[in-house]
């Protein structure tokens, strides 16, 4: 209860002083600069709605699940509208300082002056997305943002709560399609990790990787260790951890970011609430390896019987496969008899 407090207390914070930016920023942040190929030739401005739903539930992510301490959750949504030469990140490269703390602990500074950098240097930035966290795996949150030829882009990130540093996101997604702008893009999103820290599970102690690895999507058998909380050995495919929906809307004064709480009428979109509901990834039983073969146990001259033990390290779960028997025994003749 305690941690979840403070990350919406941060979240708000963080959204009061980007909004802080973004009213201080609007000369910068509103100078085309010049391109020799220009990507997009829309004449106007387009405004869009953002909205990222949570599909983070127990039954399709099994393994693991974080129930308690804290809770699975999302942290806020940090992103830019940019051109083609600038990325807040990129898979199969390393992640920048600002990605780093993010995606490790949630904190959005240093990505903040990253950004701020990049918008005085190249202009290549023109505004700052955001939305507050949301407190549950399934829950839902919506922004609206502007867009314009020269920047036509949008990245962001979202931090999976708790994790060591797996996030979700959107790398550098055109709305813009020749001189018209996109009316509806859909998103399914899969979790990626920052390859700045080692952890294999959800609440994984602090695990520097050194040297630093390169952004990757985590899959089902991606890292391959059993230990992995994404580690599904009979999945081919991981299901969707988020979905997010852009939504060409009419044009306002005012670009607001709204936090819409995780009822039972909000959790998921009508659509998406039945199909989530058939989503039930199969965890299979893991067993220990067997413990040695224990003594014999019988009187001298006579046969007798011998045990050997293992214990269950995962219960299945959605009709995943049984444990297999728990307990051996085979006969045996006792050693060292008198």
Not at 12 to 22: G, N, S, V
Request: charged share 20%; proline share 7%.
């Amino acid at each position: 209860m305690d941690t979840t407090r403070n990350i919406l207390s941060f979240s708000e914070a963080l959204y009061h002083l980007i909004l802080m930016m973004l009213t201080l920023g609007q000369g910068v942040h509103s100078m085309p600069v010049p391109t020799d190929v220009p990507m997009c030739t829309a004449s106007e401005t387009a405004q869009y709605r953002l909205t990222f739903s949570g599909k983070w539930t127990q039954a399709a992510f099994p393994k693991q699940y974080p129930v308690y301490r804290p809770p699975a959750q999302w942290s806020n949504l940090i992103g830019v509208t940019h051109s083609t030469d600038f990325h807040i990140w990129q898979r199969n490269e390393f992640a920048s300082n600002g990605v780093r703390e993010f995606a490790e602990k949630g904190e959005a500074w240093t990505l903040m002056k990253e950004v701020e950098a990049a918008g005085e240097r190249i202009q290549s930035v023109y505004g700052i997305v955001s939305a507050p966290a949301v407190k549950g795996g399934t829950g839902q949150m919506k922004t609206e943002f502007e867009v314009f030829a020269r920047h036509s882009y949008l990245s962001f990130l979202v931090r999976l709560v708790p994790s060591p540093d797996w996030f979700v996101g959107v790398e550098s997604i055109d709305l813009c399609d020749g001189d018209q702008w996109k009316e509806n893009v859909s998103l399914e999103l899969f979790p990626y990790d920052a390859g700045t820290d080692s952890g294999f599970t959800f609440s994984s102690p602090n695990f520097e990787t050194l040297p630093q690895d390169q952004i990757t999507q985590i899959t089902s058998s991606y890292p391959s260790h059993p230990a992995n909380s994404f580690y599904y050995r009979r999945l081919k495919h991981l299901p969707p951890i988020a979905k997010v929906m852009l939504t060409k809307i009419k044009k306002t004064n005012q670009i607001i970011s709204l936090l819409v709480e995780p009822t039972e009428s909000n959790l998921l979109p009508t659509g998406n609430k039945i199909e989530d509901q058939l989503i039930n990834t199969p965890l299979d039983c893991e067993v220990s390896v067997w413990s040695p073969w224990g003594l014999c146990k019988s009187k001298c001259g006579d046969s007798g019987v011998r045990h050997r033990t293992r214990y269950v390290i995962m219960h299945p779960a959605n009709n995943g496969l049984a444990c297999p028997l728990l307990e051996e025994e085979r006969k045996c003749f006792p050693d060292h008899c008198l």
